[in-house]
C-alpha cells in the first residue's frame, strides 16, 4: 500500500522538487526539472519503482517532523530502544546541478540506521548501471547519471539494482549523504558533492529565511500563509520565472480511478489569482517574472492561446501512459504529459487581459508590444466567444456554452476597455464595448436559472458550478446583486463534508459533461473561493469558519493537495497543489482585510499608478 499523500513534505531547489514520506522514503523526483522523468516513482508504484530511505533499522514513521521556521529545510526526528535521531533534508537553490542533502543526526543514545536507495530511471522502469568512482556511488542510464556521496564511515553494498549503506550515529555526531544528478557523459564526480554539508544547510536555511522575511502579510493566519508562499516559490522554476501547478502526476481525484492528470506544468488558469497573490504579498520580483514568463508562452497567434504550457512556454506536452506503474493506490493509468493543450478554452483569454490589467495597475513596466497583443486577442475573440469550450475544468466531454467561460469574455472585453483608458488607446473601444455588453446580455439571459435560483455551469442545464462563486470577484457582478446571494447560497448544494465540489458528480447530466466516470473530493480552491463569498456578501463568522475549514485538513508540515474527501480525511490529487495555497493567501487576505472592491486589480495590495509599456 502506498502511504497516504497526505504523509508526504515538499523538498525543492527551484527547478524540481522531491516528495518524502513520513518513513524516511523519498518517493518522487524528477531530474533534472519538474517535468523531467521521474528516477524516483515509488509514488505511483512500489519501492521497485524507486526510491531513497534513510530511516533507523527496523524501519517505522518518525514521531516527529516540521521545516525549520521559515524554511524548505526537513527536520525529522525518530526514537527506538536504544536512542533517537534526526535526518534533516533539503535541496540547496540550484546553482550547478540539482542536490538532495540528507544529514543524518545522533540527539542521544545510539543508533542502527540504513539508507537504501533504489534508482529508476524513465519513469520508474529502467535499472541504472551502478559502480563505485572516487569513493562515491554513481548511477548511469542513458543520459543520467546520479553520484551518491557520503562524508562518513559507513558500510556500503553496491548491488545489482542498488546502493545500501549501514551504519551507527552516536549522540553529538553527524553524517551526510549528498545526491547530485548531472549529464552522464560527464567523467568526473560533480562538484557540489564536495562541499560540506554544514555549509550548503547554513546557505540553504539562509536563503529561505531572507525570502521570508520579504512576507509583509500580519495578520492572524500569518503561519499558513507565510508556508503557502514558501511552497507556491518552491513551486517556481527560477529561469524562466514558470510557476508549476504541482509537482507530481497521476495522484487520483479518486482512489482506484481514472481521475489522474499530469500537474507538472504551468496553467493560464492561475495566472491572475498567482500574480494578485504575489504582489499582495510583498513579492513584487516573482511577480514580474511569472508575468514576464506569461507574455513570452502566449507570443504567437492567439487562435493557438493554449491552456496550459511547460515551464519553459513549451506547447508540445504529449499526454502518454504509463502501464508499467501500477499507480497510487491502484489508479490507473498513469499520465504523463496533458491533453488540455489541445483543448479550445475562452476562459484563458480572460484569464490573461485580467493579468495584464492587474500588471498595469501595480506598475510592472510591460513590453513595447503589448498593446498590439491586447488588440490581437480581442479580434479573436469577437470572431470566436460565441462557440462552445471545453470550460474552466478542462472537462473531457463535448464542448458546451460554460457561464463562466463567457463571463470571462466580458472579464476580458472589460479589463481591455480599462487598459486602453489607462494607456489613452481608445480606437476600437466602441467595438470592445459593444462586445462587452453583448455578453453581459447574454449571461444574464442563457446563464441564470430562475428556476433554480442560480447562475448555472451551462447554457440550459440546471447544475451548479462552483465558478459561479467567481462572479463577484471578477466585477461582473457586485456581491449584493441578489442573484450573486442567491447563486452563494444554492452552493449548498455542493457541500461535501462541509467543503465545496466543483459540481455534483450525480448532478443532472454530470458524467457526459466530465467524460472521466466516478466520484471525486471536493476541492480545496472551491471551498475557499466559497469563503471569498461569504465574506463579500458580508457573511464574515460563517466565512471564517470555512477558511479555518480548510486550515484545518492541510497536512502535518502544512500542505495542501488538490482535493479533500471529508468521508474518508484524506487528501487527494496532486500534492501540493499550487491553486490551492494561491487561493488560501487570497482568503486569508480577504478575511483580514474586507474586499474595498470587486475588480482583481484593487486586490493587489500595489498602488493604481499604470505605467506605459517600455519602448
Not at 84 to 107: I, K, N, S, W, Y
Not at 152 to 179: I, N, P
Request: charged fraction near 25%.
Amino acid at each position: 500500500m502506498n502511504a497516504p499523500i497526505e504523509d508526504y513534505a515538499l523538498l525543492s531547489d527551484l527547478e524540481t522538487a522531491a516528495m518524502i514520506g513520513r518513513d524516511g522514503s523519498v518517493d518522487w523526483l524528477c531530474l533534472p526539472r519538474f517535468d523531467s522523468p521521474a528516477c524516483l516513482a515509488a509514488l505511483l508504484g512500489t519501492r521497485d519503482n524507486g526510491h531513497w530511505r534513510v530511516a533507523p533499522v527496523g524501519g517505522g514513521a518518525c514521531v516527529h517532523r516540521a521545516y525549520r521556521q521559515d524554511t524548505l529545510v526537513l527536520d525529522s526526528r525518530w526514537e527506538t530502544p536504544t536512542g533517537a535521531v534526526r535526518v534533516t533534508d533539503f535541496m540547496p537553490p540550484r546553482v550547478q546541478l540539482p542536490c538532495l542533502v540528507r544529514v543524518v543526526e545522533g540527539l542521544s543514545g545510539t543508533v542502527r540506521l540504513r539508507s537504501e536507495l533504489r534508482l529508476r530511471f524513465h519513469q520508474g522502469r529502467v535499472t541504472p548501471w551502478i559502480r563505485a568512482v572516487d569513493q562515491c556511488a554513481v548511477a548511469v542510464a542513458g543520459p543520467d547519471a546520479v553520484w551518491l556521496h557520503t562524508d562518513g564511515r559507513v558500510r556500503e553494498s553496491a548491488r545489482d539494482d542498488r546502493t545500501v549503506h549501514e551504519f551507527t550515529v552516536q549522540a553529538g555526531r553527524r553524517l551526510a549523504f549528498t545526491l547530485v544528478w548531472a549529464p552522464s557523459h560527464l567523467p568526473e564526480p560533480p562538484a557540489p558533492l564536495f562541499v560540506p554539508a554544514e555549509t550548503v544547510l547554513k546557505e540553504t536555511c539562509d536563503f529561505w529565511r531572507r525570502w521570508s522575511a520579504r512576507c509583509r502579510y500580519e495578520g492572524p493566519y500569518r503561519e499558513a500563509v507565510l508556508r503557502s508562499l514558501i511552497t507556491l516559490k518552491a513551486l517556481t522554476y527560477a529561469p524562466t520565472g514558470a510557476i508549476v501547478a504541482a509537482p507530481t502526476t497521476s495522484l487520483p481525484g479518486r482512489l482506484g480511478g481514472g481521475r489522474n492528470w499530469d500537474h507538472r506544468y504551468c496553467w493560464l488558469r492561475d495566472s491572475t489569482l498567482t500574480l494578485s497573490c504575489l504582489l499582495r504579498s510583498g513579492y513584487r520580483e516573482e511577480a514580474t517574472a511569472w508575468l514576464d514568463w506569461l507574455v513570452r508562452a502566449i507570443a504567437g497567434d492567439p487562435a493557438g492561446l493554449q491552456t496550459v504550457y511547460g515551464v519553459g512556454g513549451q506547447r508540445l506536452l504529449p499526454e502518454t501512459e504509463a502501464p508499467w506503474l501500477p499507480g497510487y493506490e491502484g489508479s490507473r493509468p498513469v499520465r504523463f504529459g496533458n491533453a488540455a493543450v489541445d483543448q479550445f478554452q475562452l476562459d484563458v483569454y480572460g484569464e490573461v487581459l485580467d493579468t495584464l490589467y492587474l500588471s498595469l495597475c501595480a506598475g510592472i513596466p510591460l513590453p513595447a508590444h503589448l498593446w498590439d497583443l491586447v488588440e490581437e486577442l480581442m479580434a479573436h475573440l469577437q470572431r470566436h466567444w460565441r462557440e462552445p469550450d471545453q470550460g474552466l475544468w478542462q472537462v473531457r466531454g463535448p464542448a458546451r456554452q460554460f457561464t463562466h467561460s463567457k463571463v470571462m469574455v466580458w472579464v476580458a472585453a472589460d479589463r481591455a476597455l480599462r487598459m486602453g483608458a489607462l494607456l489613452s488607446r481608445n480606437g476600437t473601444s466602441d467595438q470592445w464595448r459593444s462586445l462587452r455588453d453583448d455578453v453581459r446580455r447574454q449571461i444574464l439571459r442563457e446563464g441564470w436559472d430562475p428556476r433554480r435560483g442560480a447562475f448555472v455551469q451551462s447554457y440550459g442545464s440546471p447544475a451548479l458550478d462552483a465558478s459561479a462563486l467567481l462572479i463577484p470577484r471578477l466585477g461582473f457582478l457586485p456581491a449584493g446583486d441578489e442573484r450573486v446571494r442567491a447563486t452563494v447560497r444554492a452552493m449548498r448544494r455542493l457541500d461535501h463534508g462541509g467543503f465545496v465540489r466543483r459540481y455534483a458528480p450525480d448532478g443532472p447530466d454530470a458524467h457526459a459533461v466530465d467524460g472521466v466516470r466516478g466520484a471525486e473530493g471536493a476541492f480545496v480552491a472551491c471551498t475557499l473561493w466559497y469563503a471569498d463569498a461569504l465574506a463579500a456578501t458580508g457573511q464574515l463568522p460563517r466565512a471564517r469558519e470555512a477558511f479555518e475549514r480548510v486550515l484545518a485538513v492541510r497536512n502535518d508540515v502544512g500542505l495542501l493537495s488538490e482535493q479533500w474527501d471529508p468521508d474518508a480525511g484524506r487528501q487527494l490529487g496532486n500534492t501540493p497543489q499550487a491553486f490551492s495555497h494561491i487561493a488560501l493567501v487570497e482568503t486569508a487576505f480577504t478575511l483580514t482585510s474586507p474586499p474595498r472592491g470587486a475588480l482583481t486589480a484593487s486586490r493587489s495590495g500595489a498602488a493604481p499608478t499604470p505605467r506605459t509599456p517600455a519602448g
